[in-house]
């Protein structure tokens, strides 16, 4: 019994790894899409929100997203083929993407109306906005998304998200180091 539990729990806890890795490579993507394209397109367009400040801001840009999805899909494919079911993984490997890109527009969305300019930090959120995007879109489209699993792998995320900012800061691809 005991036994059973945690292989499940082991098992759906991998499973979710993998689901989410597309979510992950699209979501380091855009800061170096920001650093080759020469002007890039906000989102917002520029433009303001009730409170007058931005509604997204600078660092949410059309190819950013745009750059962000394609990325995830050619890891989705690459997933697709390593294991045999490139419907599957293509499918799951776009939403989850396109899932991290809209969960990083509603952390920025959230950092603009708690009055934090592009590029301050906000703990956890700059770290966890677009796992939680890519978790709920993934859940939308049918894949299977548990709850205790994606609780395990926040840290993860969390970590690698700190590691790999930080190390981008260090090779002057990003600004900041969050
Ligand atoms: N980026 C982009 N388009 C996106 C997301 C990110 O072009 N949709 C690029 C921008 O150059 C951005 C960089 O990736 O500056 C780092 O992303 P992020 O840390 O999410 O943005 P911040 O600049 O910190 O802005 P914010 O405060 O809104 O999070
Ligand atoms: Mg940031």
Redesign the pocket.
């Known amino acids: 019994m005991v036994v059973g539990g945690t292989y499940h729990l082991v098992h759906s806890t991998l499973n979710l790894l993998l689901l989410i890795i597309p979510a992950m490579v699209a979501n380091g993507t855009?800061?170096v899409?920001?650093?080759l394209v020469r002007r890039?397109h906000p989102?917002d367009n520029g433009k303001t929100f009730w409170d007058g400040r931005r509604i997204?801001?600078?660092?949410?840009?059309w190819?950013?997203?745009i750059g962000?999805v394609l990325a995830g899909l050619i890891i989705g494919a690459i997933l697709g083929v390593a294991l045999s079911n490139l419907p599957f993984w293509l499918e799951t490997g776009f939403w989850a993407s396109l899932g991290a890109?809209i969960g990083?527009?509603a952390?920025?969305f959230a950092?603009?109306r708690m009055g934090?300019?592009?590029?301050?930090p906000?703990p956890l959120l700059?770290q966890l906005d677009f796992y939680v995007g890519a978790l709920i879109f993934l859940y939308l489209a049918g894949a299977k998304v548990e709850i205790v699993p994606a609780i395990i792998l926040a840290p993860l995320v969390y970590a690698l998200h700190r590691l790999t900012?930080m190390l981008a800061y260090r090779f002057g691809i990003?600004?900041?180091p969050?």
Do not use: F
């Not at 934090?116 to 301050?120: I, M, P, Q």
């Open positions: 855009p800061v899409v920001g650093k890039p989102i997204l801001g600078d660092g949410k840009t190819e950013g997203l962000g890109m990083d527009l952390g920025s950092k603009r934090l300019s592009r590029g301050d906000a700059d900012n990003k600004r900041e969050h």
